[in-house]
């Protein structure tokens, strides 16, 4: 009771500081990852002519994991609300200047977006449920008949990436309450970080996707060979080389980001530069400066570019690396976000 | 900018766990390059089929060691503030021998096995999930054999201490020692081992200066340097720099408020060593929980280690500041007064006083807080009664709690296991 008091680490004491939890960052992680995969997967569809590329293995069963990766953001996002029962009412209304009306209703044109691209990659990736229900397969074969159709799912796909991917920056950027969130650059920060742990999740997948045996990568085998090629796959399936290095420009994307997102918060009010202050120096130093910097970015890029080089074994460990750095600057953010104030200002 | 960083305070405690992850990056990245991620290549040096584990690792020390002593005797590093490891004999003896026997059999020594598990390798990870579990397994019986770990105390004692030598001549000694053991090495892989030379070795080289040789060269010529340099610690003799002091003490970073040090007790850091000043009898009467009694005549340069972080006391704040001036030029780096004094402790610490009613709610929430702090000391908040505030500090001098009085589980009081070590 008396150090609860006096060290503040209660909840129940400084309600304010723990208002999100572990559900806010995993969501936004999600979230962005999401928006990553769609956007990288848009961008195939627009730039193949998809008879040709369809034994893409990655991109074959991309769209399913996106389904189940958002379906668990959403989950989480749905356990953070105070009042569960009155969720519809977000889909009542739309208001312009609130990024929480934005989310909702992109998050429901997000669905059939990625249904459809789903839909167009179903027969490789689910075969044996399409051969039990043939109307899938016609459907599929009607998407993927005319280029003009898999372009524009392919366009949705990366507009509506995008703006999921800035949309999860502009949720926290928006609190004014909070300086170290008050920044315009949380938006392409998060939707850069979101492209970076995409094209790593891409390149997960084309790794634990055989490709031996030619036929194409079920997305329950995708599963299965977890386990199996955990860290060392037999070799760089085709397509990873570009995958890293789109990853590497991301990364170098998110890093100009996060110096400038600083920058601007350090020439900016005392309150301002103080929440960045919490990161740069002060209690979250240490997790910021190795997770998201050290292992999260600067590693997995040496990593990548002596990949590329073929100076090293390709392994998935950068990737690895990438994804949990994008985990680790949600919670940092959102925590030392929540814990940066404006009284800090006051005499 | 002097050396150790960390103790001069030009980083703190988040930026040094920044540093470690960039010196074990690095220090991760040159042991996987000199092939020590594989334990064959590791137990090679037993059956004396290749000895660069030997090699690198003494390169490594008296690299460290030739290094550490200029450095020193340019006045760039200060040693007697490096943590030493004290010396336990015969229980560390046993512990080598059975690092030594786990090294034989896993064919990992506990930094290889993280760089092993790191690349990949699965018995790496088996040895590095052993060695958890050993780490966990020992935490938990360690209060059943914590007089076997601490037998045979030594206090911290170095070789040149302990042999009375002079420290430069050791280094000189141990360069001459590792340059016979790289050639004892050499002669061992080829003669026991069968192993053909490099073209490159130290003791059959294909050319005659090759760089190998060079380095040995230059080690030796720095050792012979540090033989004739002296004493690398700055003893009893070093200056005090009276321009420095009447700095720091001037613009009051030596200042430690009471409510300041009642907030590092209660959450229980121990990264600073509380000293009280006052004679024995006060001390007795009552001491702040976790403050040791030292007199004034007993501040020698030896009495605690250099490199502790030390807050002084006194009844008013006069003696402690006589001991900060004291311990400031015995060469202590890291040395604080408590603002006020045992005074300043009884009146914001052990007997806040309320706000008045009409105080901001920032102050009300603040009491709230001192309040509960006082709680936790042993002492009592003092409410004035009504809006008015009274007119002279009516502050009740109770008679201070006696020790026995303070909470007996304050986390302070209790001796913790040191942060540093490695």
Redesign the interface.
């Known amino acids: 009771m008396i150090e609860y008091t006096s060290t503040r680490h209660n909840p129940g004491i400084d309600p304010t500081l723990h208002l999100w939890g572990w559900e806010i960052p995993v969501y936004l992680f999600l979230g962005g990852l999401v928006a990553g995969l769609m956007m990288l997967s848009g961008y195939h569809l627009l730039r193949s002519r998809w008879d040709h590329d369809r034994a893409h293995g990655h991109y074959v069963t991309a769209p399913l994991f996106s389904l189940a990766l958002l379906s668990a953001g959403m989950l989480t996002l749905f356990l953070d609300l105070e009042h569960k029962v009155q969720v519809w009412r977000l889909y009542l209304t739309f208001r312009p200047a609130s990024p929480m009306s934005w989310g909702s209703w992109i998050l429901l044109l997000v669905y059939p977006a990625l249904a459809a691209s789903a839909l167009l990659t179903l027969p490789d990736s689910l075969p044996r449920l399409v051969r039990r229900l043939p109307v899938l397969s016609r459907v599929a074969a009607t998407l993927s008949g005319r280029d003009g159709t898999v372009h524009l799912i392919g366009f949705a796909n990366l507009v509506l990436g995008a703006m999921l991917g800035v949309y999860t920056g502009v949720l926290l950027s928006a609190l004014g309450a909070r300086p170290l969130w008050n920044s315009a650059l949380l938006g392409p920060l998060f939707l850069f970080s979101g492209l970076s742990t995409g094209a790593a999740t891409l390149h997960l997948l084309s790794h634990l996707t055989p490709r031996a045996r030619g036929d194409a990568p079920g997305f329950s085998d995708a599963l299965a060979s977890v386990l199996v090629t955990w860290l060392r796959p037999p070799s760089a399936p085709e397509g990873s080389r570009k995958l890293e290095q789109a990853d590497n420009s991301f990364l170098t994307i998110e890093l100009v980001l996060l110096a400038l997102f600083f920058g601007g918060l350090m020439t900016s009010t005392l309150a301002h530069q103080t929440g960045a202050r919490l990161l740069l120096t002060g209690p979250w130093a240490a997790p910021f400066w190795v997770f998201v910097v050290g292992s999260g970015i600067l590693l997995p890029l040496l990593l990548q570019f002596l990949q590329a080089q073929r100076r090293i074994q390709s392994t998935l460990v950068p990737a690895l690396l990438v994804i949990g750095g994008g985990l680790a600057l949600r919670f940092i953010l959102v925590a030392a976000g929540q814990a940066s104030h404006w009284s800090i200002a006051l005499p | 900018m002097n050396a150790p960083f960390f103790k001069y305070d030009l980083?703190?405690?988040?930026?040094s766990?920044?540093v470690a992850?960039?010196i074990g990056?690095g220090f991760g990245f040159f042991l996987e390059r000199a092939g020590f991620g594989r334990a064959r290549m590791l137990a090679a040096q037993f059956y004396f089929r290749d000895l660069r584990v030997l090699k690198v690792m003494f390169t490594a020390i008296i690299t460290a060691m030739v290094g550490l002593f200029l450095l020193s005797r340019l006045g760039l590093v200060d040693l007697s503030l490096v943590y030493l490891t004290p010396t336990f004999l015969v229980p560390q003896a046993v512990g080598g021998l059975i690092l030594g026997v786990g090294f034989v059999i896993g064919g990992y020594c506990p930094g290889t096995s993280c760089v092993s598990a790191a690349t990949?390798r699965i018995d790496g990870m088996v040895y590095l999930a052993g060695m958890i579990g050993g780490l966990v397994g020992f935490a938990e019986i360690y209060p059943r054999v914590e007089h076997l770990v601490k037998a045979t105390p030594m206090g911290q004692v170095t070789l040149a201490e302990q042999f009375n030598l002079p420290y430069g001549l050791l280094v000189f000694a141990v360069v001459l020692m590792a340059l016979g053991a790289f050639l004892a090495a050499e002669w061992a892989e080829k003669v026991v081992g069968r192993k053909t030379p490099d073209p490159d070795s130290l003791l059959a080289p294909a050319r005659p200066l090759a760089p190998v040789r060079r380095f040995a060269i230059v080690l030796v010529s720095l050792g012979l340097v540090a033989a004739f340099a002296g004493n690398p610690y700055r003893g009893a003799f070093a200056r005090v720099d009276t321009k420095q002091l009447a700095l720091d003490a001037g613009n009051k970073a030596d200042h430690v408020s009471a409510v300041q040090l009642a907030?590092w007790i209660?959450?229980g850091r121990n990264d600073f060593l509380l000293i009280d000043v006052r004679d024995a009898a006060e001390f007795a009467a009552y001491h702040i929980p976790g403050a040791r009694h030292v007199p004034l005549a007993e501040l020698t340069s030896d009495f605690v280690a250099r490199n502790e972080r030390i807050v002084v006391c006194s009844e008013g704040g006069i003696h402690a500041a006589q001991a900060w001036y004291l311990l400031r030029s015995l060469g202590f780096p890291a040395v604080y007064l408590l603002f006020g004094g045992l005074e300043e402790w009884k009146d914001t610490v052990l007997y806040p006083q309320a706000p008045p009613a009409t105080a901001a709610p920032r102050d009300q929430v603040e009491f709230?807080?001192r309040a509960?702090?006082a709680?936790?000391f042993g002492g009592s908040p003092q409410t004035t009664g009504g809006a008015a505030p009274a007119a002279t500090p009516a502050l009740p001098k109770l008679a201070p709690p006696t020790p026995a009085a303070a909470p007996a589980g304050a986390p302070a009081g209790k001796p913790k296991k040191k942060k540093e070590g490695c």
Not at chain 2, 11 to 15: A, R, T, W, Y
């Open positions: 980083f703190g405690d988040e930026i766990l920044v992850f960039a990056i990949g907030d209660v959450e709230a807080r509960a702090v709680t936790f």
